[in-house]
């Protein structure tokens, strides 16, 4: 829908796996934001944090570009 906001955050806490516990659930696959590994973690969240912005608030598309 364009904007990362507390709707995403829900998705996001739904495909939180931890520091090296791989996440292979498909629904999962865009949580998984820091390329270098298969897990969803703080580092995916740190990304998430750069994206966040709140509700009909356009994000950027290049946001979580690390």
Do not use: H, R, W
């Not at 934001?33 to 912005?53: G, K, R, T, W």
């Amino acid at each position: 829908d364009g904007d990362v906001d507390q709707a995403d955050f829900g998705y996001f806490q739904e495909c939180f796996s931890g520091a090296f516990v791989p996440q292979n659930d498909p629904k999962c696959q865009g949580a998984k934001l820091d390329p270098y590994d298969d897990d969803v973690d703080m580092d995916d969240f740190a990304i998430f944090l750069q994206c966040f912005a709140g509700p009909k608030i356009p994000t950027d598309p290049d946001c979580a570009n690390p």
